[in-house]
């Protein structure tokens, strides 16, 4: 059974600070991919990142970077320099490449940045 | 392109009533999937279309709920004698193929009194 875990339930930032949002996984299967998806007030999950179960190479996208460690089975993903517009829910799922390749979500974080 | 569309945006009924909540996945996507969201559950899934593949219908919480999809694109989901636990938002998602990213739509908003 695959399971992911955001410990952090809610985290609150000050404007231009640095935030990085945790996310721990668990699957047996050695063929996976993570997904990091944001969730603003208006519901829609938007899709951020995927990362496949072979490739540990970190990935940065403007403000936003993401380490992928299979030692320590976590994916977590930081914000530098934070703004406004980045307060929402950020969900961290996982899927992997046998039945139905549902995915599998934390339970997500809820990011406050204050102006 | 367009994305993931869903309708209503927000439904509310009475308990006992019958609901269908409709997704249009994106243009060519041969993936469709369908989750809830709820206070106390989480995100959780529900069923799954693959092409003409008959549908996995494993994450359905009871009979009352079931799911088609006409044409290998329009889906509806259709919640039976609705109950107040079914209150949640109901998350449509597509993808190229079942190995490919998922794109959400806007989700419906489900209340049931």
């Known amino acids: 059974a695959q399971k992911v875990t955001q410990a952090q339930t809610e985290i609150s930032v000050v404007e231009k600070e640095d935030v990085t949002l945790d996310c721990v996984y668990e699957?047996?299967?050695?063929?996976?991919?993570l997904f990091w998806y944001k969730q603003p007030p208006s519901g829609e999950l938007v899709f951020l990142i995927r990362?496949?179960?072979?490739?540990?190479q970190n990935e940065i996208s403007g403000r936003y970077s993401w380490n992928f460690q299979k030692s320590t089975s976590s994916f977590n993903f930081t914000i530098t320099a934070s703004q406004v517009v980045d307060s929402a829910v950020y969900f961290c799922?996982?899927?992997?490449?046998?039945?139905?390749?549902?995915?599998?979500f934390g339970t997500g974080t809820r990011l406050t940045i204050i102006p | 392109g367009a994305g993931v569309s869903q309708s209503p945006s927000n439904k509310v009924t009475e308990k006992g009533k019958d609901v269908e909540l409709r997704c249009d996945p994106i243009?060519?996507?041969?993936?469709l999937y369908w989750y809830r969201q709820s206070l106390g559950q989480g995100l959780e899934f529900l069923i799954y279309?693959?092409?003409?593949?008959?549908?996995?219908k494993s994450g359905l919480p009871s009979d009352r709920f079931s799911a088609e999809r006409t044409g290998g694109s329009v889906s509806t989901l259709t919640i039976q004698r609705t109950q107040q636990e079914d209150s949640a938002v109901y998350l449509c998602?597509?993808?190229?193929?079942?190995?490919?990213?998922?794109?959400f739509g806007p989700g419906t908003r489900l209340l049931v009194l």
């Open positions: 279309f693959q092409g003409n593949s008959a549908p996995d």
């Open positions: 243009s060519g996507h041969t993936a």
């Open positions: 699957t047996r299967d050695t063929t996976y991919y």
């Open positions: 998602a597509s993808c190229q193929g079942a190995r490919e990213t998922q794109y």
């Open positions: 799922a996982l899927r992997t490449n046998f039945g139905n390749e549902k995915l599998t």
């Open positions: 990362r496949n179960s072979f490739d540990e």
